[in-house]
């Protein structure tokens, strides 16, 4: 089983429900089973500094990905920690979910490119 914990310190309503179903369904179609997945919405401010602490760049964005175990060889009896996908409602709106895939999809240690824009395309057609 995926277990999807919500968090949302944006300041804003989101679908929180609708984003775990989501998540479990994408994560579920990549042969991800189970795992924690931690998924998480803020405030721009919060994005900004994230991008800013993580990545050298000061700048809101609409997702940040932060891995943990992705599809890495775990001992057994070890769970999966997947890790946290962080979206930005503020910048987002109403398209949440093509970032949302986008975020998770770097989750399981894809880069950008063909493979990726076609997976991407498959879950949010």
Avoid at 14 to 21: K, L, N, T, Y
Avoid at 54 to 70: K, N
Avoid at 100 to 114: I, K, T
Wanted: hydrophobic share 40%; proline share 6%; glycine share 10%.
């Amino acid at each position: 089983m995926i277990s999807v914990e919500v968090s949302n310190r944006s300041g804003v309503e989101v679908e929180e429900e609708a984003a775990a179903e989501l998540a479990r369904s994408v994560l579920a179609g990549e042969g991800v089973v189970e795992g924690e997945l931690g998924l998480h919405f803020v405030a721009p401010e919060e994005m900004r500094f994230l991008k800013r602490e993580h990545l050298g760049v000061d700048e809101v964005t609409d997702v940040l990905s932060f891995p943990i175990d992705a599809r890495d060889e775990l001992a057994p009896g070890l769970p999966r920690q997947l890790g946290d996908a962080v979206l930005c409602p503020q910048v987002v709106g109403m398209e949440w979910r093509p970032p949302l895939v986008h975020g998770l999809l770097h989750l399981l240690g894809h880069d950008h490119g063909p493979e990726m824009e076609s997976k991407e395309a498959q879950w949010t057609a």
